[in-house]
Nanobody
Framework: QVRLEESGGGLVQTGDSLKLSCVAGRHTTVTYDMGWFRQAPGKEREFVARIAAATGVTYYTDSVKGRFTISRENGKNAVYLQMNNLRPETTATYYC???????????????WGQGAQVAVAS
């Protein structure tokens, strides 16, 4: 089991920015592809962004391209999600996950943190 812990959520206004952090167990970010997902009340968990363990290549869902940036600091075993120009529809609980395969399917991620709540007021 991979240890993951998210932080950085909060209540913001439309157009504001937030940076989510995910601290992982030792060597996690260089072993697993890391992803950010979100889940709004009553909806399924959906893919947001991912970063490859070996290359650092990133991939985003279309709705966040140009506004969100995923990054990592291997020395700190951390993955980040910088979210700019936030909109009310991005309100959700955001989860950090680790996967052994390059995927945007939640079912491929073997471990999750407890989530960080993000609420965007209009």
């Amino acid at each position: 089991q991979v240890r993951l812990e998210e932080s950085g959520g909060g209540l913001v206004q439309t157009g504001d920015s937030l940076k989510l952090s995910c601290v992982a167990g030792r060597h996690t970010t260089v072993t697993y592809d890391m992803g950010w997902f979100r889940q709004a009340p009553g909806k399924e968990r959906e893919f947001v962004a991912r970063i490859a363990a070996a290359t650092g290549v990133t991939y985003y869902t279309d709705s966040v391209k140009g506004r969100f940036t995923i990054s990592r600091e291997n020395g700190k075993n951390a993955v980040y999600l910088q979210m700019n120009n936030l909109r009310p529809e991005t309100t959700a609980t955001y989860y950090c996950g680790g996967a052994g395969t390059w995927s945007n399917r939640a079912s491929d991620y073997i471990s999750w943190g407890q989530g960080a709540q993000v609420a965007v007021a209009s």
